[in-house]
């Protein structure tokens, strides 16, 4: 797909894209807007840095009629701060139509009488409960990151609110990133034949290349932009690449990148030029064919993508021909979109920072397990408890707060070390406790320990070291966790699949849930657990009880 227009999109809406520097539709885009228009129901899974908001928020604008007076299109997003920042995206482009996009909770003028709504769950119960907010006239439905939303009792909270919307032809839009039980339940409760885009998003898997391409460092931004691209370019350089190819969505955003790039001394031009150090890219393989005919080779050219790509396919055409991998800048809220398609096309990423050495003390070490609990972690319900703070304090001034009570909680800890680990990790710490689960999988499943082992480690983020004995029978299998990771692995293990079958995860009832993850007395596994004090000769519990670990 080369344009809006091709999509049937207004030439008002066009331009107004064009203006943001939307050019070209993304796969996502391409797939959802024409099904959306039609006013089906879908399950898109993507998320910031897929060009999610334009996939849904172009065709609320083509259904909703301008000036009804009555929200017409609603959209439950879980924090205020993204209700607002999305109605106020959308509503640049809500300008060129006449439309009123409006948000609950957040300083917004009458946003009851908006055509489109943004509201958290809360704010908008509010608003039922006290008339300020009507929902006769809606016809559309968009849960925003609806993995989030529907998470503990947040189903119970939307099915509440669901018999306001007394529209029985109600188009479901549910956004999401993976596309998780919660939704996929949710999905065929309420929902009526949903399309799931892409279409590989109903297995509800982790799509996972099988030829690794290398890594890719990645950047997370933290203050301006302008001065984080000539610090990443400076560094490049320095690293001794003669050129700079830089990727970047539109020809505006390059030019601007051009002139900032020129007022600091980086000459900047188009791929190939041997003359200037930095070169501005807009096709991936319209910039090869450039670099190709100057004879310039590719360990001379560092990659740098100035916003994240859109899918797998992208990122392979900008990053797939270097010998160097490349570098990424992002915006943190795009992390978990670029991990997913950095692992369907095969590339590990490598958190970097430009100009940091990684000498090994104490406060690097402390930095870096933070970087590894920011890449991998999920970090929605500390931002969402943390919110408050956010709205009377400077979030670098709260994350320092944390810092330094973690640091001195970790430094009266045994052993007096500051680092980011829990106090199990600690030297002189009690050791873990550990729990068995019971996986509905197994070997005649086609189901090794290394499929297990991938999967808990790719699926919930925990580490290696937190999996111990995996004892894989014909029809199940049983697997040893940390107590304290046991309810994430079930949660995210329910309903997923691994080599193409169902898992249902559980504490293993023979065990049960005993305090301190203990085993029950008189079990008949008590002869397979580690005990304190066994020496090398027992020890904690292999991890993958010896199969081969496949990569996650």
Avoid at 40 to 69: Q, T, W
Avoid at 358 to 377: N, T
Wanted: with cysteine.
């Amino acid at each position: 797909m080369q344009s809006f227009e091709e999509l049937g999109i207004s030439p008002p809406l066009e331009e107004a894209l064009a203006a943001e520097g939307i050019e070209v539709p993304t796969a996502l885009q391409a797939q959802a807007i024409p099904v959306l228009r039609r006013g089906n129901s879908a399950v898109l899974r993507g998320g910031p840095g897929s060009g999610i908001l334009v996939a849904y928020g172009l065709p609320l604008l083509e259904r909703c009629e301008p000036g009804g007076g009555y929200p017409q299109a609603l959209v439950i997003t879980p924090e205020r701060d993204r209700a607002g920042f999305l109605a106020m995206s959308l509503a640049r482009f809500a300008i060129t139509t006449g439309h009123r996009v409006g948000a609950l909770g957040v300083p917004w003028g009458v946003p009851e009488r908006s055509d489109i709504l943004f509201a958290t769950p809360l704010d908008l119960e509010r608003g039922i409960r006290s008339a300020q907010v009507k929902l006769d006239a809606v016809r559309t439905l968009v849960l925003d990151q609806a993995g989030a939303l529907l998470a503990d009792d947040g189903a119970e909270r939307l099915t509440t609110i669901l018999p306001s919307l007394e529209n029985e032809e109600l188009q479901f839009v549910l956004v999401c990133d993976p596309l998780d039980a919660p939704v996929r339940d949710f999905t065929e409760r309420h929902v009526r034949r949903a399309v799931f885009l892409p279409p590989e998003a109903t297995s509800g898997g982790l799509e996972t290349s099988d030829v690794q391409r290398g890594s890719l460092r990645v950047h997370a931004l933290a203050g301006e932009e302008d001065e984080a691209v000539s610090a990443i370019v400076s560094a490049l350089l320095e690293e001794g690449f003669a050129h700079v190819l830089t990727y970047s969505r539109s020809e505006d955003r390059a030019a601007d990148i051009g002139d900032f790039l020129g007022l600091r001394g980086f000459a900047a031009g188009a791929p190939g030029d041997p003359d200037v150090p930095v070169w501005l890219g807009l096709d991936a393989l319209e910039a090869r064919r450039e670099i190709e005919a100057s004879g310039i080779g590719n360990d001379q050219v560092a990659l740098l993508s100035l916003d994240v790509p859109a899918d797998a396919d992208e990122l392979d055409r900008r990053h797939g021909r270097s010998s160097a991998g490349g570098t990424i800048l992002l915006n943190p809220r795009e992390l978990p979109h670029l991990r997913r398609i950095a692992r369907e096309a095969g590339y590990s990423l490598e958190p970097w920072a430009p100009g940091r050495r990684a000498e090994e003390d104490e406060g690097s070490r402390f930095l870096a397990e933070l970087e590894r609990a920011l890449d991998g972690a999920d970090l929605l319900p500390y931002l969402l408890l943390l919110e408050p703070l956010f709205r009377t304090r400077d979030a670098a001034e709260v994350a320092a707060a944390l810092a330094l009570l973690l640091r001195q909680k970790a430094s009266a800890a045994p052993g007096g070390v500051a680092s980011a680990r829990g106090v199990e990790d600690l030297p002189g710490a009690r050791p873990p406790a550990w729990v068995r689960l019971f996986l509905s999988v197994g070997a005649r499943d086609g189901v090794g320990p290394g499929d297990l082992l991938g999967a808990m480690l790719g699926e919930t983020g925990i580490e290696k070291g937190q999996v111990g004995r995996i004892d894989l029978r014909d029809t199940f299998s049983k697997v040893e966790v940390h107590e304290a990771v046991a309810d994430r692995v079930i949660r995210a293990l329910n309903g997923t699949t691994i080599r193409g079958r169902s898992v249902r995860a559980d504490f293993d009832r023979k065990e049960g849930r005993a305090a301190g993850g203990k085993e029950p007395s008189g079990s008949d596994s008590d002869k397979d657990r580690p005990r304190r004090g066994e020496g090398a000769k027992r020890g904690r519990p292999r991890p993958g009880g010896g199969g081969k670990r496949k990569e996650p």
